[in-house]
């Protein structure tokens, strides 16, 4: 391919996109390359503070744990006192809990602080999507969840490399490193982004929009089922921290080549998600959600059969594509299914299915290797695979192209749901080859949810 090619690619992949998706785009890159209390827990407890592994997992759990509480109320706060104010609570307090970690010496206070920052750090994730999918026009979502994706990744493999020195030096210099960025990424915020909820129609006549509870996410069946799936394919992933390590280590590989493998992750997230993005975000969802299931689950299904470094980094090939594909995929789904003044809520939800995979996905993993091996984990992972491939197969049937629902009585339901704009007269019909279908109101410039949410 041409220079001049590659330019005009990395052209097509950012235009179009507004100034204000970009001040958000840049917080999240300066908030995930200050990423240093996730990444090295584990090593801070174990080897300079000298706690149990048993202890060391104990915390990481409790961490774990304090995004799935903060997920649900971190989205009822985006919807009730919007993005803006949700982000700046949420980051300002990871700034302090994080610096706060630095200090604590009893281990009971460690524990204590680590579910706090579990619970603030993981805050600001429904209000970061939920403004993404208000400033963003619905064609160019999957493109701009891509790149928020690729940004999450680039920050870390950044901060990773970083942070690991700054580690040798002081762990007190990373955690109070992290609060810094942290802070600054809230500044970024308060300075750059105007609030982007949007504003109740009282149009004079017309029929209140119905109110979005929690209550109205868990009736919506369909999202139900994304959030459903989301979660195995979370569990699948989720094998590359935590069941790879344990079944590389058990086969006598060093953390030298694992560190290897899992590089690979990384470099080709950095090196593919934006062409190939370019690539899916025209095509058909339901598609490409099958197929990314199945190359997730069995590209980890492969590791069974790899004996060396080099085979596992092409196993690692294999389920880095599919986490290329699903990612934007899934959340341009996530989005367009949301009611526009629930949008916090849907994404709490959504949010809170990775944060019970981060709790689920090691003790499967420990459970299975301990008690029958890794192949077995490798096989169940692949039936994972399977069944989430077969469940977004049925679940997006109805769908068109674009991932809305298709018209028809269910459909036209959700669509009354949302505010509508004032009919313009209407001019003297015109003879028609065919009738209009009856009951379906005018196209609206915004996402239609699932058909579940009407009936809130």
Request: aromatic share 8%; net charge neutral.
């Amino acid at each position: 391919m041409s220079v001049a090619s590659l330019r005009r690619a990395a052209r097509e992949s950012v235009a179009g996109l507004p100034r204000e998706f970009w001040w958000l785009w840049t917080s999240t890159l300066v908030n995930r390359l200050g990423a240093f209390v996730a990444t090295f827990m584990t090593l801070y407890l174990t080897v300079d503070r000298g706690y149990s592994a048993s202890f060391a997992g104990l915390v990481v759990a409790l961490h774990g744990l304090g995004g799935v509480v903060s997920s649900l109320g971190a989205g009822v706060m985006t919807d009730r006192l919007g993005r803006r104010p949700t982000m700046l609570a949420a980051q300002a307090s990871t700034a302090f809990s994080v610096a706060l970690l630095g200090f604590m010496e009893h281990p009971a206070a460690i524990a204590a602080v680590a579910l706090l920052v579990g619970m603030t750090s993981n805050a600001s994730r429904p209000a970061v999507q939920a403004m993404m999918a208000d400033i963003v026009r619905p064609q160019d979502r999957v493109r701009a969840f891509a790149l928020n994706y690729w940004a999450i990744n680039l920050g870390f493999a950044v901060s990773a490399t970083v942070a690991g020195f700054v580690a040798e030096y002081s762990y007190l210099a990373g955690f109070l490193g992290e609060a810094a960025l942290t802070l600054l990424c809230a500044v970024l915020v308060y300075v750059k982004l105007p609030e982007s909820r949007p504003e109740r129609a009282a149009a004079e006549g017309a029929a209140a929009e119905p109110e979005t509870g929690l209550g109205t996410v868990l009736r919506d069946r369909r999202f139900m089922g994304v959030v459903g799936l989301s979660f195995l394919i979370s569990l699948i992933f989720m094998q590359g921290s935590f069941g790879l390590p344990l079944a590389m280590g058990s086969s006598g590989f060093s953390t030298g080549d694992y560190g290897l493998v899992i590089a690979v992750n990384g470099v080709l997230i950095v090196l593919l998600q934006l062409p190939v993005t370019r690539f899916i975000e025209k095509g058909d969802p339901q598609k490409l959600l099958v197929v990314s299931a199945l190359l997730a689950g069995y590209g980890f299904g492969l590791t069974a059969f790899a004996g060396s470094v080099w085979s596992m980094g092409l196993t690692v090939l294999v389920w880095t594509l599919a986490e290329i594909i699903n990612s934007p995929t899934q959340m341009g789904l996530v989005a367009r299914l949301s009611p526009l003044h629930g949008r916090g809520r849907y994404q709490g939800m959504y949010t809170m299915s990775w944060a019970v995979a981060s709790l689920v996905a090691p003790l499967m993993a420990g459970f299975m290797i301990d008690r029958w091996g890794a192949n077995w984990l490798w096989a169940a992972v692949a039936a994972l695979g399977t069944v989430a491939a077969a469940g977004y197969w049925l679940l997006m049937r109805g769908l068109d192209e674009s991932g809305e629902p298709a018209a028809g009585p269910e459909a036209t339901a959700s669509a009354t749901a949302l505010p509508a704009p004032a009919p313009a007269p209407a001019p003297e019909p015109a003879p028609v080859s065919a009738p209009a279908p009856v009951g379906v109101p005018a196209p609206v410039p915004v996402p239609v949810p699932a058909p579940a949410v009407a009936e809130a």
